[in-house]
C-alpha cells in the first residue's frame, strides 16, 4: 500500500453575526471558526482523516513539503515515516515536522484501516474497555450561564464538567460555587485556568 495523494483543506464557518465575549480584562470578538481536514488516500483505495489547525501557513507547508515527501511511499510504519521525515526536510525546521504530525493523525487512521483494527490497537493498544465522559463546554459566560449549563450537562448523564471561565479571580471562584451548588458533589469539575 503506497500513499497516493495527501490534501489539507481549510475549512471556515463565518458567524451571521459576530459574537462578542467577555473575560478578565476585556472582550473576544469571534468572526468565524476555522480549522483544516487532512486526507490521505492510498493506492489500494483506502482513505485515512485528521484534523489541523486553519491556517493558510500550515496548509502551504504540508502541500509544498510534507505532502511531496509522502507521495509514493509505502506505508507500512508510520513511524518510519516520520522519523525519515524528521531526519530529511523536517531535520532543521520545527515548523515543517508540527506539519508533519498534523497529517501524520491522517497516516495512523489509514494504517489502522488496512488492518481492520481500531486507531488504539495500533497506537500502543487499548488500556482499558470502558472510560468515563465529561461535558465539556463553559466559555465566555456569566457565573449563573455556568452553572445553568453544568446542570444541564449532569443532566444528560455526564459525571463531569469542564469550563474555561477567565473571568478572573474572584468571579471564577463564584462560578465554580455556584456549579458546585447546581451539580451537587457527585460530579467531577475542572477548570481550564488559562
Same mark, same amino acid.
Given at each position: 500500500?503506497? =500513499? ?23 472582550? /473576544?470578538?469571534? *468572526?468565524?471558526?476555522?480549522?483544516? %481536514?487532512?486526507? #490521505?488516500?492510498?493506492?489500494?483505495? *483506502? ?6 489547525? @486553519?491556517?493558510? /501557513? ?7 513539503? #510534507? ?5 509514493? *511511499? ?8 516520520? #522519523? ?9 525546521? =520545527?515548523? %515543517?515536522?508540527?506539519?508533519?504530525? =498534523?497529517?501524520?493523525?491522517? %497516516? ?19 488500556? /482499558?474497555? /470502558? =472510560? ?5 463546554? @463553559?466559555?465566555?459566560?456569566?457565573p449563573e450561564k455556568y452553572a445553568e449549563e453544568a446542570a444541564a450537562i449532569a443532566g444528560l448523564g455526564f459525571r463531569g464538567y469542564k469550563m474555561r471561565p477567565a473571568l478572573g479571580p474572584d468571579e471564577d471562584i463564584r462560578t465554580v460555587e455556584l456549579i458546585r451548588e447546581a451539580v451537587g458533589p ?9
Amino acid at each position: 500500500m503506497h =500513499i497516493r495523494r495527501v490534501q489539507a483543506f481549510l475549512l471556515s464557518y463565518p458567524f451571521p453575526e459576530p459574537l462578542r465575549l467577555p473575560f478578565y480584562g476585556g472582550e /473576544r470578538t469571534i *468572526l468565524k471558526r476555522d480549522a483544516m %481536514l487532512i486526507r #490521505v488516500e492510498t493506492s489500494n483505495g *483506502l482513505v485515512g482523516y485528521g484534523p489541523g489547525p @486553519g491556517s493558510e /501557513r500550515v496548509q502551504h507547508a504540508i502541500q509544498s513539503v #510534507v505532502a511531496p515527501f509522502l507521495e509514493g *511511499l509505502a506505508l507500512a510504519d508510520p513511524d518510519a515515516l516520520r #522519523v525519515k521525515f524528521e531526519t530529511g526536510p523536517g531535520a532543521k525546521d =520545527i515548523e %515543517l515536522v508540527k506539519a508533519y504530525c =498534523i497529517v501524520d493523525v491522517a %497516516l495512523w487512521d489509514v494504517f489502522a484501516k488496512k488492518h481492520g483494527v481500531p486507531l488504539s490497537e495500533v497506537v500502543g493498544g487499548r488500556m /482499558r474497555d /470502558r =472510560i468515563r465522559l465529561y461535558g465539556s463546554a @463553559g466559555m465566555y459566560q456569566g457565573p449563573e450561564k455556568y452553572a445553568e449549563e453544568a446542570a444541564a450537562i449532569a443532566g444528560l448523564g455526564f459525571r463531569g464538567y469542564k469550563m474555561r471561565p477567565a473571568l478572573g479571580p474572584d468571579e471564577d471562584i463564584r462560578t465554580v460555587e455556584l456549579i458546585r451548588e447546581a451539580v451537587g458533589p457527585a460530579v467531577d469539575l475542572m477548570i481550564d485556568a488559562h
